[in-house]
């Protein structure tokens, strides 16, 4: 599956954006997925998963309350809804796919498969 995020920008602190990982192929439902994000000088790190019908997600303590992962199967999309942003924030934002038919939420790095190519959001204070 190819993976293709969107949506990063520039925003001040309190604001909101909405990032968008359309992914190619039919099977996109077999996939759970997940957002990522990298911020300069440190390791990649899990930011929101979510199973294949969307009934589950799983959050990072660092952003619960704050975003909000969803997918759109008829669309082959999955999104993460950022509000109420704040400098810390700002990292390269990634979108993962991991093995087709995983039961369960995957929340580490080498759980995914398929990456994205990550898209730049950055908050200013």
């Known amino acids: 599956v190819q993976l293709q995020a969107s949506g990063g920008g520039l925003v001040q602190a309190g604001g909101s954006l909405r990032l968008s990982c359309a992914a190619s192929?039919?099977?996109?439902?077999?996939?759970?997925m997940g957002w990522f994000r990298q911020a300069p000088g440190k390791e990649r790190e899990f930011v929101a998963s979510?199973?294949?019908?969307?009934?589950?997600?799983s959050y990072a303590d660092s952003v619960k309350g704050r975003f909000t992962i969803s997918r759109d199967n008829s669309r082959t999309t999955v999104y993460l809804q950022m509000n109420s942003l704040r400098p810390e924030d700002t990292a390269v934002y990634y979108c993962a796919a991991g093995s087709p038919f995983q039961s369960t939420i995957l929340t580490t790095t080498r759980e995914y498969d398929y990456w994205g190519q990550g898209t730049l959001v950055t908050v200013s204070s």
């Open positions: 979510i199973s294949r019908y969307g009934g589950s997600v």
């Open positions: 192929g039919r099977t996109f439902s077999t996939y759970v």
